[in-house]
């Protein structure tokens, strides 16, 4: 395997934030993820009007985050069978981010806007040669480790919803 040299600009993209994946309704991507995955905690799901989709935050055992997607935003996706959406990265700057990965290939899809799922923190989606990626802008603590800004608590159980 080959090495990137310390001359490798850095992106920014150091800390995964969660994986979005497309899907019809949420109640349905949850039931499913509830089958398959050790479920710690469920966000309430949010209709963000910027990006006209219907949202909620899973949080898993292993401390994965998977956010589910609804709506028009992801419906071309799911008629070709596509529900792997973006990969998110928390992001210091990123505005700095998204000029460095702009300079690499990535092209700015939309203008940052706050996200109502993420307590109002910036975000921006670039294409990428490797897929779509989604920049959520917060503090990263020196241990670089953060957890994803939700909107509020995360529900310990369905039932408590």
């Known amino acids: 395997m080959t090495h990137a040299s310390n001359d490798t600009p850095d992106s920014g993209l150091h800390t995964l934030h969660h994986i979005g994946f497309a899907c019809a309704d949420i109640e349905s991507g949850l039931r499913f993820i509830e089958q398959v995955y050790p479920v710690t905690g469920i966000s309430e799901s949010v209709f963000d009007p910027s990006q006209q989709a219907t949202l909620c935050l899973v949080e898993t055992a292993n401390s994965l985050f998977i956010e589910l997607v609804a709506g028009p935003v992801v419906a071309g996706l799911l008629e070709r069978g596509v529900t792997l959406y973006h990969?998110?990265?928390?992001?210091?700057?990123?505005?700095?981010?998204?000029?460095?990965?702009?300079?690499?290939?990535?092209?700015?899809?939309?203008?940052?806007?706050?996200?109502k799922l993420f307590n109002g923190s910036q975000v921006c989606f670039l294409q990428t040669p490797l897929g779509l990626i989604e920049l959520v802008e917060q503090a990263i603590p020196e241990n670089g480790y953060c957890v994803p800004s939700v909107p509020r608590a995360l529900n310990r159980s369905r039932e408590s919803s």
């Open 87 to 115: 990969v998110a990265y928390s992001v210091k700057d990123i505005g700095a981010t998204i000029r460095t990965l702009s300079r690499a290939g990535a092209r700015q899809i939309g203008k940052v806007v706050p996200a």
